[in-house]
């Protein structure tokens, strides 16, 4: 091998391994991505952006169709600096509002002026692993497709372990009334189960099940977010109503 050849596989393997990389869980910042978007609902995925380098955005564009749309995902943060000189458009577009964050997850969605989705509904991550489609998500951390839920649905998360085999989720929605019951049931019995040493107790379900009614608030992992809303419930920050978070 001579030593042209050695340098351009070097060199190969240099930007796999600089560009093919992940991004670290702590250095991933969720962002909503708009594609020409007239609403929130439109805005049905979430860009994985890297905190390091990008911020979330929102671009409010009024089009050579005199349609005002919302563009948005993630961008460097030098541009985010430079405001509309980092939004790119067509000539006859006109750019109303740029602006960018990086608070936390989803920041995007407030900006703008977005105009949310129905306040009688809501989005919830949506993601199913019994789909064909979405077999390749191994991590419910992964999953970044959201979905607008009915007026009579909240959002919902389960999951199911079993030895030797892959932890199966589901992610979307579920009928606000039955989830009523659902969560009822679950803080009464982790409550009753607080610090006791009966055998129902010490042996956990290997099955989880948990509803909420705020948007996208079923995110990340099924035992670790019905703790949190147990947490909010016990301290009365959680209506059982509609089971959303009280301001």
Same mark, same amino acid.
């Given at each position: +091998?001579?030593?042209?050849?050695? $340098? ?39 860009? /994985? ?8 955005? +929102?671009?409010?564009?009024?089009? #050579? ?21 980092? &939004?790119?458009?067509?000539?006859? #577009?006109?750019?109303?509002?740029? !602006? ?13 002026? $977005?105009?949310?989705?129905? *306040? =009688? ?21 992964? @999953? ?8 009579? !649905? ?13 932890? *199966?989720?589901? %992610?979307?929605?579920? =009928? ?5 019951? $659902? +969560? ?8 009753? @189960? ?5 055998? #129902? ?8 099940? /948990? ?9 990340? #992992?099924?035992?670790? $977010?019905? &703790?949190?809303? %147990?947490?909010?419930? &016990? ?9 959303? /978070?009280?301001?």
């Amino acid at each position: +091998m001579n030593t042209c050849t050695r $340098l351009v596989i070097g060199v190969a393997f240099f930007l796999i391994g600089v560009f093919g990389q992940e991004i670290p869980d702590a250095n991933q910042l969720k962002c909503r991505l708009c594609n020409n978007a007239f609403e929130l609902r439109d805005c049905t995925k979430q860009a /994985v952006c890297d905190n390091r380098t990008e911020e979330c955005y +929102m671009d409010q564009v009024v089009t #050579e169709t005199f349609n005002t749309v919302y563009r948005g995902g993630c961008r460097g943060r030098e541009q985010c600096k430079g405001g509309t000189a980092g &939004a790119i458009g067509k000539r006859e #577009e006109l750019f109303s509002c740029s !602006q960018c964050c990086s608070n936390e997850d989803d920041c995007n969605r407030r900006l703008c002026g $977005l105009r949310q989705e129905n *306040t =009688n509904t809501s989005q919830c991550y949506f993601c199913d692993s019994s789909k064909s489609d979405l077999t390749s998500i191994a991590d419910p951390n992964d @999953c970044i497709t959201l979905t607008t839920c009915d007026t009579d !649905q909240v959002c919902f998360a389960h999951n199911v372990y079993y030895p030797g085999s892959a932890t *199966t989720f589901r %992610y979307g929605c579920q =009928n606000k009334y039955i989830c009523r019951l $659902l +969560m009822k049931r679950a803080f009464e019995d982790i409550r009753r @189960c607080a610090g006791s040493s009966t055998p #129902e107790c010490l042996h956990e379900s290997l099955i989880c099940d /948990v509803c909420c009614g705020d948007g996208a608030c079923n995110y990340g #992992e099924c035992k670790i $977010l019905r &703790a949190r809303l %147990y947490t909010l419930w &016990a301290a009365g920050k959680l209506t059982n109503d509609t089971l959303k /978070v009280i301001p």
